[in-house]
């Protein structure tokens, strides 16, 4: 297997919800067909799948899903960013899980909840700096 993620696919609850949500994140959806709302990232995509429908396909019932102990992960290029990006999460529908605050490793880090719970981290870590060009994110930065 090759060392990558190719889509990021959300149980949700409402499609349609969670894509208004999204949305008002700033996100641009792409054309997808019917029953899955596609948004691409930077080389991933991130799809939003009606819950019941997913359990169908791995042949599980749906309370067998469960709520992983997970967060995707979202940096930012300036430390200021992130409150900047939970405000607009809260504005959007979003739980606010812990407001932004300095970390012991020298980054700068807080937490929301979408409307279905998947736990997003927003990120400053100055020891990895963003691409400049497209905002492209590696462990130890780019250079």
Same mark, same amino acid.
């Given at each position: 297997m090759e060392q990558r993620i190719s889509l990021v696919t959300l149980g949700v609850r409402d499609v349609a919800e969670s894509t208004k949500f999204y949305e008002a994140m700033g996100w641009t959806r792409v054309d997808s067909p019917d029953g899955i709302v596609v948004f691409d990232l930077l080389g991933q995509a991130l799809g939003l799948y009606p819950r019941a429908d997913l359990a169908r396909d791995m042949g599980l019932e749906e309370g067998e899903l469960g709520v992983g102990a997970s967060t995707l992960g979202y940096n930012v290029r300036e430390k200021g960013e992130v409150a900047q990006e939970l405000d607009r999460a =809260?504005? @959007?529908? &979003? =739980? !606010? %899980?812990?407001?932004a605050h300095d970390v012991f490793w020298g980054g700068h !880090?807080?937490?929301? @909840?979408?409307p279905d719970g +998947? #736990?997003?981290? #927003?990120a +400053?870590? *100055?020891? &990895? *700096? %963003?691409r400049d060009a497209d905002g492209a994110f590696r462990w130890n930065g780019y250079g």
């Open positions: =809260r504005n @959007a529908g &979003a =739980r !606010i %899980l812990k407001n !880090i807080g937490y929301f @909840a979408d +998947h #736990v997003w981290e #927003v +400053h870590n *100055p020891f &990895a *700096p %963003l």
